[in-house]
């Protein structure tokens, strides 16, 4: 069945049968055929506005993730501090520097002395600060180097210029020199 300008043409010889026959079968395979139709504006809209909801979405998760991360390694750092904390007693104080500021601590001799050698570290516990073994700082400054507020045998702790620190030597410091 054709269509009523086509028969037209046809009587009037302008077009020829085969051409006719080619034309039908083109249409056919469009009206049937599994090819998409080209999107419209409206869904080119739709799908870049998902394309960027996605991406938000995506950039989102990243920074809740990376705030996720950086919670439990403040959790983790606690926890260490808890479990490997040493005992403080003593009347001496032990003046060290934090941020600017002169901090104490209450030590006996023997941790005075330790502190001094580097055997423990001072490490910053909620609002105060805690004494930990060197073993216990290095798996504190891994999970945050800013939780360590004293390390004399720590990696800083050498001033690297070795002439200066021979040129020091010369000097004796007093035995009850405490700073």
């Known amino acids: 069945m054709r269509n009523p300008l086509q028969d037209q043409l046809l009587k009037a010889g302008l077009v020829k049968k085969s051409k006719v026959a080619q034309v039908v079968r083109e249409q ?43 919670n439990e390694e403040r959790a983790q750092v606690r926890q260490i501090v808890e ?9 001496i104080a032990y003046g060290f520097d934090d ?26 516990h909620g609002d105060g600060y805690e004494l930990v073994p060197r073993a216990a700082a290095e798996k504190i400054r891994s999970r945050d180097a800013t939780a360590i507020v004293l390390d ?16 020091y030597r010369q ?9």
């Open 83 to 91: 479990a490997h904390k040493v005992k403080r007693e003593g009347e």
């Open 28 to 70: 056919t395979r469009q009206r049937h055929a599994k090819t998409p139709k080209a999107p419209t504006d409206e869904q080119l809209d739709a799908q870049r506005l998902l394309a960027e909801r996605a991406e938000r979405d995506r950039a989102l998760a990243a920074e809740r993730n990376a705030q996720a991360r950086i």
């Open 171 to 179: 000097f004796q410091v007093p035995d009850d020199l405490i700073w």
């Open 99 to 124: 941020g600017g500021k002169i901090r104490n601590v209450l030590v006996n001799e023997l941790l005075r002395a330790q502190l001094a050698k580097g055997v423990l570290v001072i490490a910053r």
């Open 152 to 167: 004399h045998g720590g990696p800083e702790a050498s001033s690297g210029n070795a002439e200066d620190d021979e040129y």
